[in-house]
């Protein structure tokens, strides 16, 4: 089992920055791929920023640029630095956390955190 807990979301006007933290705990050694995601209301949950094993990263292009994830090995800590936020970021963030053992994949997502930007 991995426990994953965000923190740091918030409301910031446009242009503003936040960053945010995902602690995970448990079964940490197990964890490969770790990522953000966010959800506005009456959408779907779509991927942020990704972070390989190998400290490999992925953002898509609504991000790309503004986005930067980041991971802590030793604390188990991921972090997701957001600079020039536009109202279209408002989502709940959520931390994804992919497990990797005895040749099977199981994903844990942390509680979420609210990311609000006003205009």
């Known amino acids: 089992q991995v426990q994953l807990v965000e923190s740091g979301g918030g409301l910031v006007q446009a242009g503003g920055s936040l960053r945010l933290s995902c602690a995970a705990s448990?079964?940490?050694?197990?964890?490969?791929?770790v990522g953000w995601y966010r959800q506005a209301p009456g959408k779907e949950r779509e991927l942020v920023a990704i972070?390989?094993?190998?400290?490999?990263?992925y953002y898509p292009d609504s991000v790309k640029g503004r986005f930067t994830i980041s991971r802590d090995n030793v604390e188990n800590t991921l972090y997701l630095q957001m600079n020039n936020l536009k109202p279209e970021d408002t989502a709940a963030y959520y931390c994804?956390?992919?497990?990797?053992?005895?040749?099977?994949?199981?994903?844990?997502w942390g509680q979420g955190t609210q990311v609000t930007v006003s205009s």
């Open positions: 972070i390989s094993s190998g400290d490999s990263t």
């Open positions: 994804n956390a992919v497990c990797k053992r005895y040749g099977s994949t199981r994903d844990y």
């Open positions: 448990g079964d940490t050694i197990c964890i490969s791929a």
